[in-house]
């Protein structure tokens, strides 16, 4: 079995079934993807099915959280519950699978800029709400997307510490969205994080969109990230986040020529 997991989203596998069976055949561990789609469109049976295939396979997998619409600092009440309401039925679900590992998105954008204490606060609120909801959770991962530094990440985990709660760093994110590609600060960032790095998604882009390319096939400073990881002693877990079969093959061969970094 393939010591790293591999995005699956559960729509993809309602649409067409033998995407579970090429990971089963190929022993890919699944992180699959929950969002509002997959969650209105079946029933709790059709999870336990899925979860049954896996585990007759015994292949583990991990659950990444929905995030669509999803704020979990909101200002907006409503938003707020309706966010808190979708973590609490994502949990359901998760349960039955039994997950190695849960990712969500941290969830901070420049929207709050001007209210950032309160933003902090609502989203520390929904996290430990989730966890205590979940009391022998497994390790909840909380993914950077829109941050443009380190501090509402640093601050968020700051106001979590002691529970089984880290971060999973997530490198087209930082590469795009947060202007990695002209900033060149992945060695800052991880030494910054270094205290909660546990999971990496890894995918590649060229620095204008989140493309989800193949490791190696796009801008990303690959040498300086693992230079960084090796100074600070991290050896994370990893999610390949490929977005097509070809970029999957791409990131495969790029871990191949490059072994001694994910050894």
Request: charged share 20%.
């Amino acid at each position: 079995m393939q010591s790293f997991f591999v995005n699956l989203p559960l729509r993809y596998i309602a649409r067409e079934r033998w995407y579970i069976d090429q990971f089963i055949e190929r022993r890919f561990a699944p992180e699959l993807g929950l969002d509002a789609i997959i969650m209105s469109g079946v029933d709790v049976s059709w999870h336990r099915d899925i979860a049954k295939r896996l585990a007759s396979a015994n292949l583990p997998c991990a659950v990444h959280l929905p995030f669509f619409d999803l704020q979990p600092g909101s200002l907006d009440d409503f938003i707020l519950e309706a966010t808190r309401r979708r973590f609490e039925s994502a949990k359901i679900i998760s349960e039955i699978y039994g997950p190695a590992h849960l990712v969500a998105h941290a969830g901070y954008t420049g929207l709050y800029v001007d209210f950032y204490d309160e933003w902090l606060k609502r989203a520390r609120e929904t996290w430990a709400c989730f966890m205590d909801s979940w009391p022998d959770h497994p390790p909840l991962f909380l993914e950077n997307v829109y941050e443009k530094s380190t501090r509402p990440l640093l601050d968020l985990f700051a106001g979590l510490s002691g529970r089984n709660a880290g971060m999973c760093f997530d490198t087209g994110h930082w590469h795009s969205f947060s202007g990695g590609n002209t900033a060149g600060t992945v060695r800052e960032w991880v030494t910054q994080l270094k205290g909660f790095i546990g999971h990496l998604h890894m995918h590649d882009n060229d620095g204008s969109s989140d493309q989800h390319i193949g490791l190696g096939q796009g801008a990303f400073p690959w040498n300086d990230f693992f230079c960084a990881l090796s100074e600070n002693a991290l050896s994370p877990t990893i999610t390949l986040e490929p977005h097509s079969p070809r970029d999957l093959e791409c990131s495969l061969e790029f871990m191949k020529k490059h072994s001694e970094w994910f050894a």
